[in-house]
């Protein structure tokens, strides 16, 4: 079945420093692939969509210069949390459609972000 | 806007009981409708789905069914088990590429 993994799990960094966090589609290869953001005990939002080739789309309120992403291939798409700050501590999930004949998107299993 | 609206958490069961996870939702149009599950400290797994009026997705148990009429999508169980515990979130996709997920809705199931 269709595979996304995503990498690391958990990191722990100081403030002002930057973490990527990667999202690879194992067995698909994905044009298109997704972040959310997940607070504790909340939903999740829809933060950016990363497109293979061209530039990211953005949801209004995020900051793209804060939330880089980087889409240089069809099987990894990258999120960079620049200058990290405690509030950007968060659970961050990827997924991907896997296209057709599968109408589901695959989630990654998380990285838990912790700014300190 | 889309939106989908679950009934609030947290839902306590004893083991084998029956479940019923409300979810309604808000779209102009006819969206595809999911339930997915987040274990504790995972991400989300697609439990099932429906595409379509009066299509019935079901998974491990888990049933639920497209009502158009009603705009529901609700969650439903006949006999839980303690490893059911976990978060469900129902979804839609509309616009063929963004998910909209509700509030979610935690689980936990006693022995």
């Known amino acids: 079945g269709a595979v996304v993994s995503q990498h690391p799990s958990r990191v722990i960094c100081k403030s002002g420093t930057s973490v990527k966090i990667e999202c690879r589609s194992l067995?698909?290869?994905?044009?298109?692939m997704f972040w959310y953001r997940q607070f504790p005990k909340q939903s999740l939002m829809l933060m950016a969509t990363?497109?293979?080739?061209?530039?990211?789309?953005?949801e209004q309120g995020v900051e793209k210069d804060k939330f880089l992403i980087n889409h240089a291939s069809l099987t990894l798409s990258t999120l960079t949390v620049t200058s990290a700050h405690p509030e950007d501590s968060s659970f961050y999930i990827c997924?991907?459609?896997?296209?057709?004949?599968?109408?589901?998107?695959?989630f990654g299993s998380g990285t838990r972000l912790t700014v300190v | 806007g889309d939106s989908v609206t679950q009934m609030e958490g947290p839902v306590t069961l004893s083991e084998e009981a029956f479940l019923t996870i409300n979810c309604t939702y808000t779209?102009?149009?006819?969206?595809?409708l999911f339930w997915y599950v987040q274990y504790p400290g995972e991400g989300l797994q697609l439990l099932l789905k429906?595409?379509?009026?009066?299509d019935k997705g079901s998974n491990k148990g888990f049933e639920a069914t497209y009502r158009k009429e009603t705009t529901s999508f609700h969650l439903e169980k006949g006999s839980v088990q303690v490893s059911d515990s976990a978060v469900y979130f129902c979804?839609?996709?509309?616009?063929?590429?963004?998910?909209?997920f509700g509030q979610g809705t935690e689980l936990s199931v006693k022995p």
């Open positions: 990363s497109n293979e080739g061209s530039k990211a789309t953005y």
């Open positions: 429906a595409t379509k009026a009066d």
């Open positions: 779209a102009t149009g006819y969206p595809s």
């Open positions: 067995d698909f290869q994905a044009t298109t």
């Open positions: 997924s991907a459609f896997p296209g057709q004949g599968d109408y589901g998107y695959t």
């Open positions: 979804a839609l996709d509309f616009q063929g590429g963004k998910l909209i």
